[in-house]
């Protein structure tokens, strides 16, 4: 069997000059900066019981809840740094090969590591939404005292800025989401299984308008028989600098 060094010129020749390129990441990007996945084997949701970032679970029991977001997305989270994988995708953002990055993950990471244009499907950790009066906060900026945190203006509920399990997808991110995937030439799928609705439909929408996919997992997803025109199976911390370089050499010859 081909290993995927075989296939990254092909995939670093899709990602060329002229063509609109945008990135679709999930929880496999974050993996080797010590995020575990939240599903699967050792995932955080085979430890921790999700019910405490249900919405309605957060409104009646917003002690109890805050405990647990405070200790996983910010003591622990919130610690983790860029990996290679991060940097390579902000790399092809400033060589003019990628013009976005769309991704399902929380933890900030894509901007740490210098990319520009992020679409935050799910929405992010960084900030706090007070359900009260609508102010926000600086997540990383917030005093952390009694729980659960209570909004300075008004007294209301603080509540992180990332889509619980029963809210909607933010309007803004799920609008720039879908017309990046629609009007996408290729798309670059990394670290993730194609499984959480509405999210995984946008590599589907990418490729019915008519987009190339190259994909980098670690093992196969749900897209790679079906969407995925490039599979390259490994960890994305190491594929990924490689296929930028790639890509990047491949433009400077052009």
């Given amino acids: 069997m081909s290993s995927w060094r075989d296939k990254v010129e092909e995939a670093a020749a899709l990602l060329g000059p002229g063509r609109r390129c945008v990135a679709f990441t999930g929880a496999g990007v974050s993996v080797e900066s010590g995020i575990p996945p939240f599903r699967g084997p050792g995932g955080l949701w085979s430890q921790h019981d999700p019910s405490f970032i ?18 996983i997305f910010y003591d622990f989270i919130g610690a983790a740094k860029p990996n290679p994988a991060h940097y390579a995708l902000a790399d092809l953002e400033r060589g003019g090969l990628l013009e976005a990055v769309i991704t399902q993950n929380i933890d900030n990471l894509h901007q740490a590591a210098g990319s520009q244009v992020v679409h935050e499907f799910h929405g992010a950790t ?85 987009a190339k996919i190259i994909e980098v997992n670690f093992g196969p997803s749900a897209y790679t028989a079906r969407v995925s025109d490039v599979f390259l199976d490994g960890p994305a911390g190491e594929i990924l600098p490689v296929l930028a370089a790639a890509a990047l050499g491949q433009a400077e010859k052009r």
């Fill in 54 to 71: 249900e919405i309605d679970h957060f409104l009646a029991r917003p002690k109890e809840s805050w405990k647990l977001i405070k200790e």
């Fill in 126 to 210: 960084r900030e706090l939404l007070c359900l009260g009066c609508a102010a926000r906060f600086r997540a990383f900026d917030t005093p952390w005292g009694a729980m659960p945190p209570l909004c300075p203006c008004c007294g209301g509920l603080l509540k992180p800025d990332f889509v619980f399990f029963g809210e909607a997808i933010p309007e803004r991110a799920g609008t720039l989401s879908f017309s990046a995937a629609e009007t996408a030439d290729v798309m670059l799928v990394v670290g993730t299984s194609g499984e959480v609705m509405p999210a995984c439909s946008l590599p589907r929408v990418a490729k019915e308008h008519g």
